[in-house]
């Protein structure tokens, strides 16, 4: 990571420990007239490299975590999808698939609920993309599990408003928001 300037670290320091995101706004604002726009962008990609470096210490961490209190293989703890920078940023948009009215039909944990760890990982967003792309079934991990083989069986809720939103934009895309070709 670049080195940050006395500036910006006290900046960053004011906005992660403001207690609301108008404070955070007057803060950046303040900075922003006092450093300029230059400045301000700066702050902004020091920001994101920061938040990145301490994913991956989290990331870094869980792993050695589930090593040593799981006796868990070190290439099985790697393999673990872990919420990530990029992957809240598409699994945003994956949440804005489910209407309004339905996002609270789905699971708790559901990779298409905005926040949750499913909707936050990189890999889980890169399959949720995969399946609409394809048409396949993206199947739910919370409800209508087998109870032998403990495989899941119903079809996501969320993905099933995802490809519906997803089929839409692909024929408007064909055909224009009107229907014409």
């Known amino acids: 990571m ?11 320091h004011q ?4 207690d609301s995101r108008k404070d955070r706004l007057e803060i950046l604002l303040r900075y922003a007239v006092q450093e300029g726009a230059e400045a301000l962008l700066e702050l902004f990609a020091d920001l994101t490299e920061l938040s990145e470096q301490v994913i991956e210490n989290g990331k870094e961490h869980a792993i050695e975590l589930l090593i040593q209190e799981t006796d868990l293989h070190p290439y099985s703890a790697e393999k673990v999808a872990y919420p990530s920078l990029k992957g809240a940023l598409v699994g945003i948009l994956q949440a804005e698939r489910v209407p309004p009215h339905a996002r609270e039909r789905v ?7 905005a926040g949750t760890v499913a909707n936050q990982c990189f890999e889980t967003q890169q399959d949720t993309n995969m399946v609409l792309e394809n048409a396949s079934n993206f199947l739910c ?8 083989s403990g495989e899941p069986m119903r079809p996501c809720i969320g993905h099933v408003y995802a490809a519906n939103a997803h089929a839409k934009d692909c024929m408007e895309d064909r055909q224009g928001p009107e229907g014409e070709a």
């Open 107 to 113: 699971c708790q944990g559901c990779a298409y609920r």
């Open 15 to 18: 906005v992660a420990f403001a």
């Open 141 to 148: 991990h919370a409800r209508g599990i087998d109870e032998v």
């Open 2 to 12: 670049t080195s940050i300037s006395a500036e910006a670290r006290q900046a960053l």
